[in-house]
C-alpha cells in the first residue's frame, strides 16, 4: 500500500496526531518491529548527554503541548 499524506497542508497538532495513531498501531504488534543497529548508537549518545548533564528529558505531554503550541 502506498499514499501519502497532505504534509504541507496539515497542522503540527494534525501531524502529531498522525505520528501518535501510526506509534500506537506499531506497539499493537511490537514482535514485528525491529530497531536498525544505528538506533543503538544513537540511544548510547543520547544517554550520555542526559547523564553528563548536557540534555535533559521532557516528559512527552509537555513536549506535545510544546509542538502544538509552534502551530498557533
Keep these: 500500500m ?3 499524506l497532505p ?3 496539515m497542522s503540527v497538532a494534525e501531524k502529531v496526531a498522525a505520528m ?3 506509534w500506537a ?3 499493537n504488534r511490537p514482535v514485528d518491529v ?3 543497529a544505528w538506533h543503538d548508537k544513537i540511544l ?3 544517554s550520555k548527554r542526559i547523564e ?3 540534555a535533559t528529558l521532557t516528559d512527552w505531554s509537555e ?3 510544546r509542538l502544538q503550541n509552534l502551530g498557533k
Design 44 to 46: 548510547s549518545e543520547r
Design 20 to 22: 501518535e495513531a501510526i
Design 34 to 36: 525491529t530497531s536498525p
Design 52 to 54: 553528563s548533564g548536557e
Design 7 to 9: 504534509l504541507d497542508q
Design 63 to 65: 513536549a506535545k503541548e
Design 2 to 4: 502506498s499514499f501519502e
Design 25 to 27: 498501531s506499531l506497539c
